[in-house]
């Protein structure tokens, strides 16, 4: 019998390696590299033996529509594009301690009361403390099915034998394990094959899966990046502790739209729904102040207004200092450089603190005018008005580009009481059957020295002539 060679993977990443290293070549990770135990080799060759004949069927052919399970929880079920399909597998990741474990309870507990059959099984938690948040939330009376296991043989053989169950709940994946591995659970091995075999399960009933799944230091899902490919849909849950709003985002989406987001607000009693976020994360009663800007932004396939907040202040001689939150470093760095390069702002020598208002994250570069705009308005000392929006995505020489969903931006502003838009030349024409927004005028912008003009006419003694 040939001797089996030893294997070693890295936890972070997945990658084998032939022998132990402290540093992992393929991400850069120290100590991260475990021997495991390789799997039986399977044969080189098909042999004699003949496989299955597949059935293929016509491009054309309608087949079954799909069948959705709608939570009752609106947020939840826009970001599955309308609820959940079955034999799906979702997997959800996010922070510890940011609600995951409590917006699957609730999603399972609504199920429930509806008729489907919930199984939420917990690996991390016993059931007594499964029951206590329940009652704190007030789905004590909620019929799910509970259990705690991590022995992947065990749930599968309970889920098998019981009732079919038509909603299964496993926090978290990374608790899991497979007794024919020697390798100890959370590393890739484990979680690999403990994913695996659940999402046979899934598929093979009909089942829902929904995985609960852990994040590193650096916010990416623990685990082997094979895991978010297994499944149908990926869902991020984010947020800042400090706020009470979080943001169920999706990644990944088989079934549905990519990028939609479901937004809920942390309360004594759970995770509450918040159907119009932009009265949310605006402040009403902020006043007129230098620095501010509103920014008309799209989230998935809803628009949202949200608050930019630049700081510009004095800073000693040496390196100033560049802080962001809620933004791209990278690219409040490039708006910088244009500012001065372009339109005569200097900003070098200045310390730039830059926040989004409300724990929100953007990544749309629809926002490059509201923070130009936001960053001469604190420099200028001059408020932009209190019923102003902006949008707009500025190039590096200093154009201003149309971004796609205007029509949309400038309905959510006007609902909101908006009277007056910055924004790209082309912005009310972007897009099939785009017109003006009644009740919004449109000032349009077509380079970022026409919005320094606009908001500090005056030259300002730290920026200079302006060319």
Request: hydrophobic fraction near 45%; proline fraction near 6%; aromatic fraction near 4%.
């Amino acid at each position: 019998m040939a001797r089996t060679e030893p294997r070693y993977v890295c936890q972070a990443c997945g990658a084998a390696v032939p022998r132990w290293a402290g540093r992992c070549d393929a991400c850069g990770a120290w100590n991260t590299i475990v021997e495991e135990s390789p799997r039986q080799a399977a044969p080189k060759g098909l042999g004699a033996g003949r496989g299955r004949a597949l059935a293929f069927a016509a491009l054309d052919d309608p087949g079954e529509a799909v069948r959705r399970r709608e939570t009752k929880i609106a947020e939840l079920d826009r970001v599955f594009g309308g609820g959940l399909v079955a034999g799906s597998a979702v997997l959800l990741a996010g922070d510890p301690g940011i609600g995951k474990s409590t917006l699957l309870l609730q999603a399972a507990a609504a199920l429930a009361r509806l008729g489907t059959v919930c199984a939420y099984i917990s690996g991390e938690e016993g059931i007594d403390q499964i029951r206590m948040r329940a009652h704190r939330i007030g789905l004590a009376d909620a019929p799910v099915r509970l259990a705690a296991g991590t022995s992947v043989r065990d749930i599968l053989t309970s889920l098998e034998g019981g009732a079919p169950a038509d909603v299964v709940v496993v926090d978290s994946i990374q608790t899991m394990y497979l007794d024919s591995l020697d390798s100890a659970p959370g590393t890739v091995a484990q979680v690999r094959a403990s994913a695996h075999e659940l999402i046979r399960f899934a598929k093979r009933t009909g089942a829902i899966l929904l995985l609960v799944g852990h994040v590193t230091k650096e916010g990416q899902i623990a685990g082997p990046r094979v895991l978010e490919h297994m499944v149908d849909t990926v869902l991020y849950f984010e947020g800042e502790r400090s706020h009470q709003f979080r943001i169920v985002r999706a990644i990944k989406n088989r079934y549905g739209p990519t990028d939609e987001i479901g937004v809920f607000e942390m309360t004594g009693t759970g995770l509450a729904e918040v159907p119009d976020p932009s009265a949310l994360f605006l402040n009403p009663e902020r006043g007129p102040v230098s620095g501010a800007a509103v920014f008309a932004g799209i989230e998935g396939s809803r628009p949202m207004l949200l608050e930019i907040q630049a700081l510009v202040a004095g800073a000693p001689p040496g390196s100033p200092r560049r802080t962001v939150v809620g933004w791209d470093a990278g690219r409040l760095a490039m708006v910088l450089a244009v500012l001065e390069a372009r339109a005569g702002v200097a900003l070098s020598g200045s310390d730039v603190y830059l926040n989004v208002a409300g724990g929100l994250r953007i990544g749309e570069p629809a926002a490059d005018l509201a923070v130009a705009a936001a960053l001469v308005s604190s420099l200028s000392d001059v408020p932009l008005g209190e019923e102003t929006v902006v949008f707009g995505e500025i190039g590096l020489a200093g154009e201003v580009r149309p971004v796609a969903q205007t029509a949309a931006r400038l309905k959510e502003a006007a609902k909101l009481g908006f009277t007056r838009a910055l924004a790209p030349p082309a912005g009310r024409t972007a897009g099939a059957g785009v017109g003006a927004e009644p009740g919004i005028a449109v000032h349009e912008i077509a380079r970022v020295s026409e919005l320094v003009e606009l908001i500090a006419p005056v030259p300002n003694a730290a920026q200079g002539e302006r060319p």
